[in-house]
């Protein structure tokens, strides 16, 4: 959601030098520097000035390290309750400087930004405020500031600018195709929503960030259920599952959310059921080539609780279905089925057990955290021996199929060549020669089948029959 923020410490004290340093290059005369800026759907061009770093502020607000922020909670409230304090811009300066994926890890990429910087320079402006709050460029001022670099340029907003105003101006720079960082997948996902929330449609949304519309309902979609998830990781102690948990998941949940919706028309339940096992395997961070397993061949032949052990079968046991009642219309519906709830509750149990073994920052003990740690060994395990289990199956039938398939695409060939046949000999262009090389080539063929069938089906029907009678009429056995 947008949210206005408070001018930064200094404010007016800035915001004067700010002026007098617009005034001086635009009555300094010669060609002045700008930066395009697109703004309500037109291009708002402003000049460019050279400021202290000392006096800028990080954008408490960069949709850059929205998720990322919830890495820490305690010093993501800080930075919520003083955005421009001291604790909360180091909070959001070790963000921008981390790997997205694992904020507790410095980011190759940050490095290579600063060694670029540290050789050329800055070549293009950041955006300021006419406060000082950094709307484009956070990144390259922290690289700047470990570089000891005194000032930056920057291209300085208008001072009507509101928050909504300055937000738009970020999301439209940094969906620029042009741009060397995009956002990553989850802040992609959390812009899309305040563009939601500030009333703009759908079509609206889509064309901005350059997707299809059904695009942007999928990612709408995922956005719903990687909160929801994180709402039912929430366990006693209040440790839950963070934004940034997620990264790295896109194609995998990408996935998902077709497979249920294909499967939710059909059969409701079932699309739940493999909802919440796919969902519990890209926590366990199995590969989207084992999570494609997941499938529906996978429930109906039960591989997984084939798998689970007892301590995890006892924690998912399928509760009889009621019904829930609907509050002030007197009405109840249907419950989930037992299937439903024991998928749902054994997947409340991985969520919760991640939450606690990804936990870095609030104190739990060691034995709370070894409990979680066994029992994401042992869903793993499980999960690695069903999705095995329906992998080797799956070749097994894939061999069983693969010579029918093989004779039934021959037979479509030979029909073709029966047009193709007719086509010729009307035209008067058939190879008489070729084609005569072509059926002998077809007579061998058929006696390797008729060997090889004769040889491995004891009982044959009236298709292999017809085959050996027809070999054993021609003299081809």
């Not at 923020?5 to 030098?17: G, I, K, T, V, Y």
């Not at 899309?192 to 519309?213: C, N």
């Not at 190879?431 to 004769?454: I, P, T």
């Amino acid at each position: 959601m947008l949210r206005e923020f408070p001018p930064p410490p200094r404010a007016a004290e800035f915001s004067e030098l700010i002026k007098k340093r617009l005034e001086e290059v635009r009555g300094a005369g010669g060609t002045r520097e700008t930066v395009t800026v697109d703004w309500n759907g037109q291009q708002t061009h402003v000049d460019v000035i050279d400021l202290p770093l000392s006096g800028l502020y990080l954008n408490p607000g960069t949709h850059r390290i929205r998720a990322q922020r919830t890495f820490d909670p305690v010093r993501d409230e800080t930075l919520e309750k003083e955005p421009f304090g001291d604790e909360g811009q180091d909070y959001l300066r070790s963000l921008l400087v981390a790997r997205p994926d694992n904020p507790e890890l410095r980011d190759p990429d940050f490095d290579k930004l600063k060694e670029d910087l540290q050789k050329f320079g800055q070549n293009d402006p950041g955006l300021v405020t006419h406060h000082g709050v950094l709307v484009n460029g956070n990144t390259r001022a922290v690289a700047l500031r470990e570089l000891g670099v005194q000032s930056m340029r920057v291209g300085v907003l208008p001072s009507s600018f509101t928050q909504a105003d300055v937000d738009a101006v970020e999301l439209a720079l940094q969906l620029r195709l042009d741009q060397r960082r995009d956002y990553t997948y989850i802040n992609r996902l959390l812009a899309m929503e305040e563009q939601a929330s500030l009333g703009r449609t759908p079509e609206q949304i889509a064309k901005e960030f350059r997707i299809r519309t059904s695009t942007y309902h999928q990612e709408r979609w995922i956005l719903s259920t990687i909160k929801e998830l994180n709402g039912r990781s929430k366990s006693g102690g209040g440790v839950e599952l963070r934004l940034v948990d997620w990264e790295g998941a896109q194609e995998r949940l990408k996935e998902l959310q077709r497979l249920y919706l294909k499967l939710e028309t059909l059969d409701r339940d079932q699309a739940e059921i493999l909802k919440e096992w796919r969902l519990a395997a890209i926590l366990l961070d199995f590969s989207k080539t084992d999570v494609r397993h997941i499938d529906e061949e996978f429930l109906k032949q039960g591989y997984l609780g084939k798998a689970l052990p007892a301590n995890l079968v006892e924690g998912a046991e399928p509760t009889q279905p009621g019904a829930v009642s609907i509050p002030g219309l007197g009405l109840e519906v249907p419950a989930a089925s037992s299937a439903v709830s024991a998928a749902r509750a054994l997947n409340d149990r991985i969520l919760r057990a991640a939450a606690t073994v990804r936990n870095t920052k609030t104190e739990l003990s060691d034995t709370e955290k070894s409990k979680a740690q066994a029992l994401l060994d042992d869903a793993k395990t499980a999960f690695d021996q069903a999705i095995e289990f329906h992998g080797r199956d799956a070749r097994v039938r894939k061999r069983k199929q693969l010579a029918p398939a093989r004779l039934a695409d021959a037979s479509a060939n030979i029909d073709q060549c029966v047009t193709d046949l007719v086509q010729a000999r009307t035209s008067n262009s058939l190879d008489e020669e070729a084609f005569d090389e072509a059926v002998l080539k077809l007579r061998s063929s058929l006696r390797k089948l008729a060997q090889q069938a004769g040889r491995g089906i004891p009982n044959p029907g009236d298709g292999v029959s017809w085959l050996l009678a027809a070999a054993a009429a021609e003299g081809l056995q």
